[in-house]
């Protein structure tokens, strides 16, 4: 990605912080719906990095979202300082899911985080270290 | 003449540029250019916050008056449901209606009725839909503008399903002809509105191809009259036919009280329906069938053509829901033949209209997003509005665009005056 063609725009979100949760995936459609990418890719962002955001509302203690745009991809890459995820292969099974019962009260904790992150990306790819974080790279092809 | 684009309009000699409701539009519509507000066509949704909170009546409305039933050989009236709630409460909607009647209308019809009928169908509707869910109530002419703009990814979540007042109006008009045995063209048929979005969705209609309407009177602009009425009616006959199911579409949620689903949502006011189509857009509330949203606070009682306030009318309409009942009065059966039988269709497709991107090229889209985040760090970001756009973002946006200078910003300006001084 050659850097002056690439709009690059960074993000924090801080665990449990469930009143501002949720801004950083729709500041990132915005941008998207003023680039004017089309209306599948922006859907499919839209419910992917809101996904990852949540993920690190709900289980980390801070995290970063990095999102950067040029003419042929979109990135988005979530980092977090948490928990990590031991068994990621695990994770990225439908229904499996850690969440507290307060966590599911609110409506959160199906289990499809991670799932529905790679149903909706063109690549995702997930690290983690138990103990130290755990990072989201996903990709999109315009 | 061409049809206004908008149901609301500035009265220039009036502005006195103060930007109140430049601050106020939830689509960053209006700026401030030498001294008066304008608006941007393109991105007005018609919601009318502009229209409520301008100090200096400096913006009208631009629905039908009461002078203009004089045009039409015989003239419906088909009020809102929103109009039961205007009254004190030993006033019944059957009063009213004959109220209407007594001050010109040769036929007055119970819209409240057809609204019924219509939850009915809702329910068939919601019953066989296979999604995309949540299906998103279609009432609202603002909300249907606004998901076409901004969330055009939802238009498919639009429930298709013509509106009550539509269907109401295309069956009167036919059924005046008839009895009256004049051409269809000959009569007026009229809605009474609390707000003025609605002679938008008359004069420009989404989802048909010419409305049935043949326009919108204020609710406030009868009032007084109306109140006169009610003070001696000498008719007695039935007009009221609904239940409080029809009554209840005056308030948020009234949609939703006739159905059997539980998993719906009712949600009102401008901010908070943006937020819930965000919601919908990240895939949060795939779990609701029907959501049904209206952009006046709590609902249409809400309207800033209303003249009680909505608190009371909320409580009058609850009342009166009480009093009529929640068991419909609209046959199942008869709404089932209607509704397979196509009286609900919608004659034409509702389709997406977003906004244009900053570029039509992407590449030169991205050059301008990141230029426009280079002007915002170089402003105060205390988002005064005094150069005439709302907040300091959208003056970048509006810089960048080659629609304003970055001269505007009177921080700026004021800095630049001090060190050259």
């Known amino acids: 990605m050659a850097a002056d063609n690439t709009f690059i725009q960074e993000y924090s979100i801080k665990g449990w912080d469930f009143t501002r949760a949720g801004e950083a995936s729709c500041e990132i459609k915005n941008i998207l719906k003023q680039i004017g990418v089309s209306q599948d890719v922006i859907r499919r962002v839209a419910i992917a990095s809101y996904e990852a955001e949540m993920n690190v509302v709900m289980y980390a203690r801070q995290g970063t979202m990095r999102c950067e745009i040029d003419t042929t991809k979109i990135?988005?890459?979530?980092?977090?300082?948490?928990?990590?995820?031991?068994?990621?292969?695990?994770?990225?099974?439908?229904?499996?899911?850690?969440?507290?019962?307060?966590?599911?009260?609110?409506?959160?904790?199906?289990?499809?985080?991670?799932?529905?992150?790679?149903?909706?990306?063109?690549?995702?790819?997930v690290t983690s270290v138990v103990g130290k974080g755990t990072k989201v790279a996903m990709s999109f092809n315009l | 003449m061409e049809k206004p684009r908008h149901s609301i309009r500035f009265?220039?000699?009036?502005?006195?540029?103060?930007?109140?409701?430049?601050?106020?539009?939830?689509?960053?519509?209006?700026?401030?250019?030498?001294?008066?507000?304008?608006?941007?066509?393109?991105?007005?949704?018609?919601?009318?916050?502009?229209?409520?909170?301008?100090?200096?009546?400096?913006?009208?409305?631009?629905?039908?008056?009461?002078?203009?039933?004089?045009?039409?050989?015989?003239?419906?009236?088909?009020?809102?449901?929103?109009?039961?709630?205007?009254f004190a409460p030993d006033v019944l909607p059957n009063q009213i209606l004959l109220a209407l009647k007594k001050i010109g209308f040769e036929y007055v019809a119970d819209e409240a009725w057809d609204c019924e009928l219509t939850t009915n169908a809702l329910q068939e509707y919601l019953d066989t839909s296979e999604g995309p869910f949540p299906k998103i109530s279609n009432t609202c002419p603002v909300v249907v503008r606004l998901i076409a703009m901004l969330y055009p990814n939802l238009v498919k979540n639009l429930v298709k399903l013509e509106i009550p007042r539509e269907s109401a109006a295309k069956?009167?008009?036919?059924?005046?002809?008839?009895?009256?045995?004049?051409?269809?063209?000959?009569?007026?048929?009229?809605?009474?509105?609390?707000?003025?979005?609605?002679?938008?969705?008359?004069?420009?209609?989404?989802?048909?191809?010419?409305?049935?309407?043949?326009?919108?009177?204020?609710?406030?602009?009868?009032?007084?009259?109306?109140?006169?009425?009610?003070?001696?009616?000498e008719e007695d006959i039935v007009l009221q036919l609904s239940s409080g199911i029809g009554i209840a579409w005056a308030i948020s949620s009234g949609e939703i009280m006739g159905i059997r689903q539980e998993n719906c949502l009712a949600?009102?006011?401008?901010?908070?329906?943006?937020r819930v189509l965000n919601d919908v857009e990240a895939g949060r509330l795939n779990d609701i069938v029907f959501l049904e949203c209206l952009i006046c606070p709590d609902g249409c009682i809400g309207g800033s053509l209303t003249v009680q306030n909505r608190h009371?009318?909320?409580?009058?309409?609850?009342r009166l829901v009480k009093m009529f009942g929640e068991h419909t009065r609209v046959s199942r059966e008869m709404a089932l033949r209607l509704y397979r039988g196509g009286y609900f269709n919608l004659q034409a497709e509702i389709l997406p209209n977003p906004l244009?991107?900053?570029?039509?090229?992407?590449?030169?889209?991205?050059?301008?997003?990141?230029?426009?985040?280079?002007i915002l760090m170089t402003l105060p970001g205390?988002?005064?509005?005094?150069?005439?756009?709302?907040?300091?973002?959208t003056l970048a946006e509006d810089v960048v665009l080659g629609?304003?200078?970055?001269?505007?910003?009177?921080?700026?300006?004021l800095e630049k005056l001090k060190r050259t001084a």
């Not at chain 2, 309407?213 to 609710?219: N, R, S």
């Not at chain 2, 949600?267 to 943006?274: A, K, N, R």
């Open chain 2, 312 to 318: 009371q009318a909320r409580r009058k309409v609850r």
């Open chain 2, 267 to 274: 949600v009102s006011g401008v901010h908070d329906v943006i």
């Open chain 2, 11 to 86: 009265v220039e000699e009036k502005c006195v540029g103060c930007g109140t409701c430049m601050r106020a539009c939830p689509t960053k519509a209006i700026r401030v250019v030498h001294g008066k507000a304008r608006v941007n066509d393109e991105r007005c949704i018609d919601c009318g916050e502009c229209f409520r909170l301008c100090p200096h009546d400096a913006i009208v409305s631009e629905t039908t008056s009461y002078a203009d039933l004089e045009k039409f050989e015989c003239a419906i009236a088909l009020p809102s449901p929103v109009l039961y709630s205007q």
């Open chain 1, 75 to 125: 990135k988005i890459t979530i980092e977090d300082e948490g928990p990590g995820i031991a068994d990621i292969d695990q994770a990225m099974q439908e229904g499996f899911s850690t969440a507290t019962p307060e966590m599911r009260e609110m409506g959160f904790g199906a289990g499809m985080g991670l799932p529905n992150i790679k149903r909706n990306s063109d690549g995702c790819e």
């Open chain 2, 171 to 233: 069956k009167f008009r036919q059924k005046a002809s008839k009895s009256r045995e004049i051409p269809p063209e000959k009569i007026g048929v009229l809605h009474i509105t609390p707000c003025p979005a609605k002679m938008i969705s008359i004069n420009h209609p989404v989802g048909l191809e010419k409305s049935n309407l043949d326009g919108a009177i204020p609710i406030s602009d009868i009032y007084g009259r109306l109140l006169e009425a009610l003070k001696n009616l």
């Open chain 2, 403 to 413: 629609q304003a200078s970055i001269d505007d910003c009177v921080f700026l300006t």
């Open chain 2, 382 to 393: 205390k988002n005064c509005s005094a150069c005439g756009a709302p907040d300091c973002r």
């Open chain 2, 356 to 374: 244009p991107p900053l570029d039509s090229d992407p590449g030169k889209a991205i050059q301008k997003l990141k230029q426009r985040d280079k």
